[in-house]
């Protein structure tokens, strides 16, 4: 695939923000490893090797009575009678973190929520699970749902932005006058009728809020349409016949993407903070999911353990700031002021002219 100057002008504006590139790679390496938390942080080993057999609990649930055990449930491997079951006949390797979010640690040496130590890295909560671990499986679930979001929401207000702009007229006034009521709607309010009716879950809060969130690019793609349906281009293409729609999504749709892709990281951060701010408040997701919302809460009602709110406060701070930082750089990145001015080797080579100019003047 061959890079036109202008893209490659607009990856060394973004490499030039120092900040915005290297919050890139911080939150892409931080995304990555959390994709893999079941084997980082499990209550299940990772490779069980038991009668000359390997078994691999966390991808097959196998019973009790593989190991020779009593029951035909489940193995419950942090219990000490099975793994001395294991332990007689072979070995097991365990995750980074011995607990998933929703283990309970029963051998704490206070009550929940006890302090950091060797054993719980960030300390428990109220409930006895692994903080760490849940930190983990909530960053995971908070991008994901953050950037499911943002992906669903961006393409139907590209859709009703380009519609809007490009056609004009009743079409541009209905769909303006409907954005404005729907607009209006109280979304909060929405959300606790829905809590009120059926459990909230991942695809449910996401349907929800995705009848709302459309409208965030609306505005910004309807101005960018407005102003490119009456260029020359355009009016030429219309005349040799093309249709409305590879004019609007192969000759209009380009200019629009540039603020379209500025906006996106953005409206990121704004999926992952409202999920954020239903899971404190008690309407997001379902009780005992993984939240960074819920660890926060929990921060609040046992101030006498602070390691809960320090934790959830610098875990979202450090996610939303990567964001923002990574969001400042696409928006030099596209930066046309930027863009249209030399590229920095042109500079260089500028500068190197202008000084050896004033020497021979001399």
Do not use: C
């Not at 009790?64 to 007689?88: K, M, S």
């Amino acid at each position: 695939m061959k890079i036109t100057p202008l893209t490659r002008r607009r990856l060394s504006n973004f490499r030039a923000n120092r900040r915005g590139y290297w919050s890139m790679w911080i939150f892409l390496v931080l995304f990555f490893v959390s994709l893999f938390a079941e084997f980082i942080a499990n209550d299940k080993p990772l490779l069980v090797r038991y009668d000359d057999e390997f078994y691999f609990p966390i991808m097959v649930a196998y019973p009790e009575t593989a190991f020779d055990g009593e029951f035909e449930t489940e193995a419950e491997y942090r219990d000490p009678f099975v793994q001395d079951l294991i332990n007689e006949k072979g070995w097991m390797i365990w995750p980074l973190i011995p607990f998933s979010y929703d283990t309970i640690n029963y051998d704490l040496p206070q009550p929940a929520p006890s302090p950091p130590s060797t054993e719980n890295w960030l300390g428990t909560d109220d409930q006895g699970r692994d903080v760490t671990a849940r930190v983990i499986y909530g960053f995971r679930i908070s991008i994901l749902f953050g950037l499911t979001l943002t992906i669903f929401s961006s393409i139907i207000g590209v859709a009703a932005g380009a519609v809007q702009g490009y056609f004009g007229g009743w079409t541009d006034l209905v769909f303006q006058r409907f954005i404005e009521i729907w607009s209006s709607l109280p979304l909060l309010y929405l959300l606790i009728i829905m809590a009120s009716v059926i459990q909230p879950g991942f695809w449910s809060l996401l349907i929800i809020m995705l009848l709302f969130s459309w409208m965030a690019l609306v505005s910004v793609v309807r101005a960018e349409f407005l102003r490119a349906r009456n260029f020359d281009y355009i009016r030429a293409a219309r005349a040799l016949g093309v249709s409305n729609r590879v004019i609007m999504f192969k000759h209009v749709l380009p200019n629009a993407m540039v603020a379209t892709l500025t906006f996106m990281p953005f409206i990121l951060n704004g999926s992952i903070t409202t999920l954020t701010s239903l899971d404190f408040l008690g309407f997001g997701l379902p009780p005992g999911s993984p939240s960074l919302g819920e660890l926060l809460q929990q921060g609040k009602s046992n101030l006498q353990a602070p390691w809960l709110g320090f934790t959830g406060f610098f875990t979202i701070a450090i996610m939303l700031s990567l964001l923002v930082f990574v969001g400042e750089a696409v928006r030099d990145a596209f930066d046309p002021r930027k863009a249209s001015g030399p590229a920095p080797a042109e500079n260089a080579l500028m500068d190197e002219s202008k000084a050896t100019g004033k020497a021979a003047a001399q």
